[in-house]
């Protein structure tokens, strides 16, 4: 006799009330035609093989994630998925220094597509001089990974979670998204590079036949890689719980990183040592987090010690590094 192992993820699950009346077949029509699936399919056939409809109570009906990227309104029966987008004035949450609340609603592909849009404009562009005369586009964030941390966001959030929506929080030197439902079970913010998870995996198919994921488990390795290419602090990340926060630093950030001149990499593992708190952390556990050789690692943290920034605590085999006080 064989047992059957059956994970069912919420996304693959019928959403009550929703007919396949809720559903653009023009926007799947689209999407088989620009996208990277066969063109000659089907737009319900294709649904039925990605699970985006499936049979419930005698009919064909739409699942979660079928809904949240084909629907013509997907927040009347799902309203926790609408994305909150507000942003300050200051450089932290503030509500006196409000300058505009967003509350973004479609398909996912739409709420993408208009929260990068929106954080582009809204970030600063200027220029920068280079060997001599010679100007220098010089942008605040790097494009691709704004989209890149919205796309992670909404596709991996837990939508089980209906109280919260996923959050989009601009500031004046910073970007921070937060997830619902925190990191799923052995997934930590220590691991999260190599961890291999797909909370949403309907959402994640359609998204990557859409081409809004360039490569399956590689969205925040991307992140670190364009942050560290123009010398941007290492992605500050925290698991709640509840939620999942992700941040990132611009270019003209007032902060220790920018102010003491610190290249991307050594940004990156000051980060890591200041998010260690009091308790520190080990160069082997730096090396592990940005899959980076621990002779590479104890050469920037000799870096980080001659210039005060970080301390050194136990002995030779227990050795940790902590953040020096501010002063």
């Known amino acids: 006799m064989s047992t059957w192992i059956e994970i069912e993820h919420v996304d693959a699950l019928p959403v009550k009330g929703a007919t396949l009346d809720d559903l653009d077949l023009t926007r799947i029509q689209r999407h088989l035609d620009t996208g990277r699936v066969v063109r000659s399919r089907a737009p319900m056939e294709y649904l039925i093989e990605q699970r985006g409809v499936i049979e419930a109570e005698g009919r064909l009906v739409p699942t979660l994630?079928?809904?949240?990227?084909?629907?013509?309104?997907?927040?009347?029966?799902?309203p926790h998925t609408?994305?909150?987008?507000?942003?300050y004035s200051g450089t932290g949450p503030n509500s006196?220094?409000?300058?505009?609340?967003?509350?973004?609603?479609?398909?996912?592909?739409?709420?993408?597509?208009?929260s990068e849009a929106y954080l582009w404009a809204q970030s600063n562009h200027g220029f920068r001089l280079d060997n001599g005369p010679r100007r220098i586009p010089l942008d605040?964030?790097?494009?691709?990974?704004?989209?890149?941390?919205?796309?992670?966001?909404?596709?991996?959030?837990?939508?089980?979670v209906t109280g919260s929506r996923v959050k989009?929080?601009?500031?004046?030197?910073?970007?921070?998204?937060?997830?619902?439902?925190g990191l799923p079970a052995g997934v930590t913010v220590e691991n999260i590079l190599k961890a291999q998870y797909t909370r949403n995996p309907i959402i994640v198919g359609f998204l990557w036949d859409a081409g809004y994921i360039e490569q399956r488990g590689m969205g925040l390795d991307s992140v670190v890689n364009l942050l560290s290419s123009e010398n941007l602090a290492y992605p500050q990340m925290e698991?709640?719980?509840?939620?999942?926060?992700?941040?990132?630093?611009?270019?003209?950030?007032?902060?220790?990183?920018?102010?003491?001149?610190?290249?991307?990499?050594?940004?990156?593992?000051?980060?890591?040592?200041?998010?260690?708190?009091?308790?520190?952390?080990?160069?082997?556990?730096?090396?592990?987090?940005?899959?980076?050789?621990?002779?590479?690692?104890?050469?920037?943290?000799?870096?980080?010690?001659?210039?005060?920034?970080v301390r050194r605590t136990g002995a030779t085999n227990r050795t940790r590094y902590l953040a020096s006080p501010s002063e």
């Not at 609408?82 to 942003?87: D, E, F, S």
């Not at 006196?96 to 208009?114: K, N, S, Y």
């Not at 989009?168 to 937060?178: A, L, P, T």
Request: glycine share 10%; aromatic share 6%; charged share 20%.
């Open 140 to 160: 605040q964030y790097p494009r691709p990974a704004l989209r890149e941390l919205v796309v992670n966001a909404v596709a991996h959030r837990d939508y089980r």
């Open 96 to 114: 006196q220094q409000v300058l505009d609340i967003r509350d973004l609603r479609g398909t996912l592909f739409e709420m993408i597509d208009a």
């Open 82 to 87: 609408a994305i909150a987008l507000t942003r």
């Open 168 to 181: 989009i929080e601009m500031f004046k030197n910073q970007v921070e998204w937060s997830s619902p439902g």
């Open 65 to 78: 994630g079928g809904l949240l990227c084909f629907g013509r309104d997907p927040q009347r029966y799902l």
């Open 239 to 309: 698991d709640t719980g509840a939620s999942f926060l992700i941040r990132i630093e611009g270019h003209g950030s007032v902060d220790k990183h920018s102010g003491a001149g610190l290249s991307g990499p050594l940004a990156q593992i000051f980060v890591l040592v200041e998010s260690a708190g009091t308790v520190g952390i080990s160069a082997k556990s730096i090396a592990a987090s940005l899959d980076t050789p621990v002779r590479t690692v104890n050469y920037r943290l000799g870096e980080l010690l001659d210039r005060g920034l």
